[in-house]
């Protein structure tokens, strides 16, 4: 396939989207990729990420490899709903209780113990899952629409930067995939704030959007 090929068959896959008012029928147009089993591309608060059903362990392979991601690295997920961790995880600790109440939807991605029927790719092996309920307008339509976990994985090569904006993609991963939907430029930046709640006292895996000291004190807060 020629250089021109590959941008024309690219080119027909994207969707441009409202980011306050995303259109209810691209939503349902890239709700049925994932329920079908194909991975898209969705914007998130801060960058955007590759979608696919969670719960789906040949979908979840594909995120993997197109992203080229180690198979010891776990991948989160993001929920319509609090009502979903029902189905992912074991347990909801106080601690989570007052992390979700205080940062959500966005902002924080909380680990929790998973359950056992989740697909062993998602976990890594860790039987850990990170969770999180989306703040983007468009990923809450999304996610409402497939009434289903999905992956949140960022939208980058293993080991690159994440992206803000679909021009800076890597065109190998884009041809991979099954639907883009473009909102735009994002805000950019490290992203969601990672708090394994798995243990007795909370631990940050990773410092983003909301600060050690905002975490701490939202837990206090009990």
Known sequence: ????QKSSSISVKIRRIGT????????KEAARVILDGGVILFPTTCLYGLGADALNSDAVERVFAIKHRPYYKP???????????NQLVRHVPPAAESLMRWFWPGRVTIVFNGKDTLPDRLTAGT????VRLPGHPVAAALLNEVKRPITGTSANISGDTGCSRISDLNPDM?????LLLDAGPLKGGIGSTIVDVTEDLPKILREGEVSEKE????????
């Open 1 to 4: 396939m020629t250089e021109k």
């Open 20 to 27: 306050v008012s995303p259109e209810p029928d691209l939503i």
């Open 75 to 85: 991948i989160l997920v993001l929920i319509p709903s609090t009502e979903e961790l």
């Open 127 to 130: 039987g850990k899952i990170g």
């Open 174 to 178: 884009v041809e991979k995939l099954d």
């Open 215 to 222: 975490i701490f004190e939202a837990i206090g807060r009990q």
